[in-house]
């Protein structure tokens, strides 16, 4: 069974650009959540995205935005990069039945390592 | 607003010794808690996942043990080997699907 999978594996972009990341989640999962680790400030919630519609959200400014499509894979953009968006940002599936579906385990890619200059 | 609290920092102890890792959250309203591991530029791997009406779960050389009530978990990894070096981190979840809240991990070296 495929695991998570995360594309691109290293980003380097130019400040005032924008970059999309794509993960594809294990098959049958359903929630995809993402966050963003950073030596100074960690692993940091970004949002999940269930069946399509976002579920949960952390606190990020709008640049930040993502989208799941109908066979689960998200894609996570940011725009207008900044140096601070320099970091590591980690893909997580997890197999919840419903919308109301409590916690369930959460398996990580191997994550895309944005670099701003 | 959920914290999580990760001691020691840093451990670096002998091939063999058996150790104790600590973690420690403010809201005690989890619905589980899990452990991961993260070797350096990597993604994470994860260890044990403990419900929060479990006491405790086990994988090979390690137990994860959950006190709810006083916000605590503890990951005791037996026998430790140099390849279990890595950082170990821990994260709750609510009751509102997959949002993980994490601790700021304990970067663990076992010396052959």
């Known amino acids: 069974k495929a695991g998570v999978t995360q594309t691109p594996r290293y980003l380097i972009k130019t400040r005032g650009q924008q970059v999309t990341l794509s993960c594809s989640p294990i098959s049958g999962h359903r929630s995809v959540s993402w966050y963003q680790q950073t030596p100074g400030q960690g692993l940091q919630f970004l949002f999940e995205y269930f069946s399509e519609t976002q579920r949960n959200k952390g606190n990020f400014p709008g640049r930040f935005s993502g989208r799941q499509f109908s066979n689960s894979r998200s894609e996570m953009n940011v725009s207008t990069l900044e140096l601070g968006d320099s970091a590591l940002y980690l893909c997580a599936s997890s197999l919840n039945s419903d919308w109301g579906g409590r916690s369930t385990e959460a398996f990580f890619g191997q994550g895309t390592r944005l670099t701003v200059v | 607003k959920q914290e999580v609290t990760q001691i020691p920092a840093a451990l670096s102890v002998p091939e063999g010794e058996n150790l104790v890792l600590n973690c420690s959250f403010t809201?005690?309203?989890?619905?589980?808690l899990q452990w991961f591991r993260q070797d350096p530029g990597k993604g994470l791997t994860s260890l044990l996942l403990i419900q929060s009406s479990q006491r405790e779960q086990t994988s090979g050389r390690l137990n994860a043990s959950l006190d709810k009530s006083s916000g605590r978990s503890t990951l005791y990894i037996a026998a430790s080997q140099p390849g279990d070096s890595a950082t170990y981190l821990c994260?709750?979840?609510?009751?509102?699907?997959?949002?993980?809240?994490f601790g700021g991990g304990t970067r663990l070296m076992v010396k052959p």
């Open positions: 809201d005690s309203a989890i619905y589980n």
């Open positions: 994260a709750v979840s609510g009751n509102a699907g997959n949002m993980l809240t």
